[in-house]
């Protein structure tokens, strides 16, 4: 016990009387090692996340119904989708027609300046739909679909073209609301629509398609009450596999996926990125303990002299040793909990308000509480064997050593 | 009754080529008194008080301290023997510049089994006030001055009651009438306390404060002088 709160009062004079530069400059190097830790890894992790939120808010909810492999469509929609809706847990569904079509944009209507491309046409019941995608809220210029639209057609941003430029080679060189493109769609008609709305989700896979009305596309294709894909949204908490369980056992014939099934770009994206964020975390892990290492071992070999005067007077090993391993751990945990500071208050708000933009969605840093508290445990350990380490190498010398050596 | 007792003393450093500090040393220190070893530089007096001090290990050759063979002690032994038998004062002011000269004082306390749970900090203040040092508690040691930071060793190097204080020429640094503050200061524990002290020096004028000096030359004891 007197060991104890010698060391403790040896570590507490040293930090108090220490030079405070250094004092600032040890914490900081902490708090970066700390910060670095974390940071890179929580990026590659909000843009998994960003890509998956992306593709579950704009393309395909929860749960995608797809017609079994004989059929081409899902016929008799609303009987699947009045089942469905019964669930408890189902937020709504929304029943979408989907086609490919060739644009073409003739800006002058002189065959001058002609723009043209593939691209898919997806149709929707506006109003129903808002329940379950984003779209709605994603229309920047011009406005959003309504139920009994038949020739005004809402499209993506990178299919627009013009305004922002990453996919401006395939797009359609910056049409505007208001202005006409025509469409030939895969079976044979083609019909001229009036560019209602432009929208930009930030997913450059759904900023290349563009909505039609359910209406229009029946007229199209001849049909009623049928539909490529139903998605259905549900509420948070539940896992899909619930409801795949449970629209099966209410008779839905249909095949019933989960949206992750349909996310495999990102699940191997998500994948190779668990394999950088493990690798990155190592290195920095090591740069981070050896960088400590580093500045533990000055702040002990400039004291080389007092820990052979301490010996001199006939204090005990274990005290210096506990007192130089506190001071290590001091710097440790206060870089972690500057750290942890930095990365709630400022890092975290930073990216909120600035978010990264990726081609996929706004990224934003997204850390996770394991992982955490990981890192904090691993700066700590570094800590102690850093201040563990050279204090017993040094303790080890002669004390004549120690002084004059 | 003899203090220490040292028994063909022996220190040799180096593996290649050798230098013999300390080529067989014989003498023993009778309680009470102020002993003074003296001689040229180079002599071996740093060594011989290092040895005695249980900073370093003899080569060969046994040192008693109060007839216990310090040979046979633990390094663990030997640190509470420091602790708490020995005194030791070094030639630049040793003390710790992260603790007020009070502190520097009662760390030792801290750590002693003898302490007996006594309030160390006021035996540590009476240390201080008897080495002249009561307006200087609070300070530390970039605020004090050469002689004060050599008092405030002493005070350190007394607070656990030693059986033997040594001191390595603690005037080397001061100026003379800091010296002779600091030499006086010692006599008078010697006198007063009955302190036993063993001082390193090469001031032949240091002779007077002596109750006997060791003449070394070469690691070798040449001369073994009783003053009065
Ligand atoms: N660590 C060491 N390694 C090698 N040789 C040493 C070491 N310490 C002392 N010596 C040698 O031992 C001899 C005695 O040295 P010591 O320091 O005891 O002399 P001293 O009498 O105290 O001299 P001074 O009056 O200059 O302090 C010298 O020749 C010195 O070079
Ligand atoms: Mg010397």
């Known amino acids: 016990m007197d060991k104890l709160n010698t060391a403790l009062f040896l570590a507490y004079k040293a930090i108090v009387r220490g030079n405070i530069g250094t004092t600032i400059l040890t914490i900081s190097v902490m708090v970066l090692a700390f910060v670095n830790l974390l940071f890179l890894s929580s990026i590659l992790l909000g843009l998994v996340n960003t890509m998956n939120r992306q593709g579950v808010d704009n393309l395909y909810a929860n749960i995608v119904i797809e017609p079994d492999s004989e059929d081409k469509m899902i016929s008799n929609a609303s009987r699947v989708m009045t089942t469905v809706n019964g669930v408890p847990g189902v937020i709504g569904s929304s029943r979408h027609y989907k086609i490919g079509g060739f644009f073409t944009f003739d800006r002058n209507k002189n065959n001058q300046e002609v723009k043209s491309g593939q691209y898919s046409v997806i149709s929707i019941d506006p109003n129903k739909e808002k329940k379950i995608t984003n779209i709605n809220k994603s229309i920047v210029y011009g406005n959003y679909l309504e139920e009994n639209d038949r020739n005004k057609i809402v499209i993506g941003k990178d299919l627009a073209g013009g305004k922002s430029g990453s996919f401006e080679k395939d797009s359609l060189g910056g049409i505007n609301v208001g202005e006409e493109v025509t469409v030939s769609f895969e079976n044979g008609v083609t019909r001229v629509y009036e560019v209602k709305g432009i929208f930009n989700s930030k997913f450059v896979q759904s900023d290349k398609a563009a909505f039609i009305t359910n209406d229009e596309m029946e007229s199209i294709l001849g049909i009623a009450n049928a539909a490529h894909e139903i998605i259905v949204k549900t509420e948070d908490g539940v896992a899909e596999s619930y409801y795949l369980e449970k629209f099966s056992s209410m008779g839905i014939k249909e095949d019933i996926y989960p949206w992750t099934d349909y996310m495999g770009m990102t699940e191997s994206f998500s994948k190779s990125f668990t394999l950088i964020r493990t690798l990155l975390s190592a290195i920095a892990l090591l740069v981070a303990g050896i960088t400590i290492y580093i500045v533990i071992y000055i702040n002990v070999l400039n004291n080389k002299k007092q820990i052979g005067i301490l010996r001199a007077i006939g204090i005990d090993k274990k005290i210096i040793i506990i007192s130089y391993t506190v001071q290590a751990l001091f710097y440790a945990i206060s870089g972690i909990v500057i750290g942890l500071v930095a990365l709630n208050l400022i890092l975290v708000p930073y990216f909120q308000v600035h978010p990264l933009e990726f081609p996929v969605g706004d990224v934003h840093l997204e850390i996770v509480q394991t992982e955490l508290v990981l890192s904090a445990v691993s700066l700590t350990i570094a800590g102690f064997i850093s201040g563990f380490l050279p204090t017993r190498q040094i303790t080890n010398k002669t004390i004549l050593d120690s002084i004059w050596g | ?228």
């Open chain 2, 1 to 228: 009754m003899s203090i220490i007792k040292i028994d063909n003393l022996k220190r040799t450093y180096g593996t290649k080529v050798l230098t013999y500090a300390l080529k067989g040393v014989t003498f023993e220190v009778s309680g009470g008194d102020f002993l003074i070893i003296m001689g040229k530089s180079g002599s071996g007096k740093s060594t011989l008080l290092h040895q005695l001090g249980l900073l370093d290990t003899p080569t060969s050759g046994e040192i008693f301290i109060k007839n216990e063979n310090t040979k046979d002690l633990s390094e663990k032994k030997k640190t509470i023997f420091r602790l708490e038998k020995l005194g030791y004062i070094f030639q630049e002011y040793a003390i710790l510049p992260e603790l007020t000269a009070l502190e520097n004082v009662y760390l030792p306390l801290m750590v002693s089994s003898n302490n007996g749970k006594k309030d160390f900090k006021k035996t540590a203040m009476e240390m201080l006030k008897l080495v002249g040092l009561e307006h200087r508690f609070d300070h530390y040691s970039n605020e004090l001055s050469g002689g004060e930071q050599q008092r405030v060793a002493i005070a350190r190097a007394l607070v656990n009651n030693p059986e033997v204080l040594f001191a390595d020429e603690p005037c080397a640094n001061l100026d003379t009438q800091a010296s002779k503050n600091i030499l006086d200061l010692l006599k008078g524990l010697n006198k007063k306390l009955g302190q036993t002290i063993i001082m390193v020096s090469h001031e032949p004028e240091d002779k007077k404060y002596a109750d006997r000096i060791l003449w070394l030359e070469d690691g070798l004891i040449v001369k073994d002088e009783r003053v009065k």
